[in-house]
């Protein structure tokens, strides 16, 4: 049970939400519970969506965007956001058992992608306190500046989906994963 109403169909949504679901719908056949959740407020499902549909236009390939997010989920034990990332990424992103299980380790069994996500996992637990050493080692890893200000703003994005599916209880609508399994 949520801690805040969880819109039980699209037209229980607040009315400027409801278009926006809609367009979730459309794009992935269904409206997973986060939007429902995050729909009680149009502006931050508004500005979810759009950073979202920004960030998937940048420079970081789909794969390493995954990883980031299982990482993250993992970090701040967020067994929703772990649950849709790990179903996302083994059916739409196509990553496969071992780099699902490395990701949630904080790592990745690509080297380049290794650099991104493990950077990614340093931001969450020191709050982006990161030392010099970690950005060069992620910039030694080619990664352009773009990139790594993408790879923070990754971080920033799944810290949100986290925080709200755990502060409100959102429950879990994908194959269960738990961060307890890790």
Do not use: W
Not at 128 to 139: D, F, L, M, Q, R
């Amino acid at each position: 049970m949520t801690r805040i109403p969880l819109p039980a169909t699209i037209d229980d949504a607040p009315i400027a939400s409801r278009p926006l679901l809609e367009a979730v719908k459309t794009s992935l056949g269904s409206v997973p519970n986060l939007f429902r959740l995050t729909a009680n407020s149009p502006a931050a499902l508004g500005g979810y969506l759009e950073l979202s549909g920004a960030l998937s236009k940048g420079d970081l390939p789909a794969a390493t965007r995954e990883g980031i997010a299982l990482a993250v989920a993992q970090v701040n034990g967020c067994d929703y956001c772990l649950s849709a990332h790990a179903f996302i990424g083994k059916n739409m992103t196509k990553l496969d058992d071992a780099e699902i299980a490395a990701n949630r380790r904080g790592g990745s069994t690509d080297p380049k992608a290794d650099a991104a996500v493990r950077f990614a996992v340093s931001l969450v637990k020191a709050r982006g306190n990161v030392t010099e050493a970690e950005v060069s080692a992620v910039k030694l890893a080619g990664y352009s500046d773009a990139q790594i200000v993408e790879i923070v703003a990754h971080v920033a994005l799944n810290t949100l989906t986290n925080y709200l599916n755990e502060a409100f209880g959102t429950p879990i609508d994908f194959p269960v994963v738990s961060s307890d399994a890790a």
